[in-house]
T-cell receptor
Framework: GDSVTQMEGPVTLSEEAFLTINCTYT??????LFWYVQYPGEGLQLLLK?????DKGSNKGFEATYRKETTSFHLEKGSVQVSDSAVYFC????????????FGIGTKLQVIP | KAGVTQTPRYLIKTRGQQVTLSCSPI?????VSWYQQTPGQGLQFLFE???????NKGNFPGRFSGRQFSNSRSEMNVSTLELGDSALYLC??????????????FGPGTRLTVL
């Protein structure tokens, strides 16, 4: 079935370090891909998305590129801040018909000053 | 526009009791999904409703049920609570189905503790 594989955390980085969180997905159909972020005590909120191959989603300094050839959607940020500490979820959504959403396990990021 | 609201925010119940959680989607959103979030299992899909019809269901026992009303508000019910039902229950709404790149908007969740 459909799945999303995400690196398990926690990931601990110093402020201003480079961030990569890996995400791979099953390529059934033509899914849309998402990164959601969950701050402590809150629900998930959309960080960025991409709907077709080679699309790049970006927001708040975060980027991810839809790579069909490697079935990947890795999240990157050039310089993390303490305020980026949160849990990050990769997700895929089928296109057309019933849009089943599949989430990855979530990666906890802790940024230390 | 108001976001997704969930009530109550916190609940403490004992084993064997039942509980009802409520979710009000963003105005105009017709699709509502429910998820269970636990530290060990991550986000587990419970069910999704669209126009008062359950469109899909995750792999949860029949103790977990839900419904959607004509105003798109949704409730989920858990009967005969077990310790393992302690979790954060998240509700998410979407404006429609079938649209490419349709994102979900999440509420803050209901934290259920079963003692």
């Amino acid at each position: 079935g459909d799945s999303v594989t995400q690196m398990e955390g926690p990931v601990t980085l110093s402020e201003e370090a480079f961030l990569t969180i890996n995400c791979t997905y099953t390529a059934t159909g033509y899914p849309s891909l998402f990164w959601y972020v969950q701050y402590p005590g809150e629900g998930l909120q959309l960080l960025l998305k991409a709907t077709k191959a080679d699309d790049k989603g970006s927001n708040k300094g975060f980027e991810a590129t839809y790579r069909k050839e490697t079935t990947s959607f890795h999240l990157e940020k050039g310089s993390v801040q303490v305020s980026d500490s949160a849990v990050y979820f990769c997700a895929r959504v089928n296109s057309g018909g019933y849009q089943k959403v599949t989430f990855g396990i979530g990666t906890k990021l802790q940024v230390i000053p | 526009k108001a976001g997704v609201t969930q009530t109550p925010r916190y609940l403490i119940k004992t084993r064997g009791q039942q509980v009802t959680l409520s979710c009000s989607p963003i105005s105009g959103h017709r699709s509502v999904s429910w998820y269970q979030q636990t530290p060990g299992q991550g986000l587990q899909f419970l069910f999704e409703y669209f126009s008062e019809t359950q469109r899909n269901k995750g792999n949860f026992p029949g103790r977990f049920s839900g419904r959607q009303f004509s105003n798109s508000r949704s409730e989920m019910n858990v009967s005969t609570l077990e310790l393992g039902d302690s979790a954060l229950y998240l509700c998410a709404s979407s404006p429609s189905v079938g649209k490419l790149g349709n994102e979900q908007f999440f509420g803050p969740g209901t934290r259920l503790t079963v003692l």
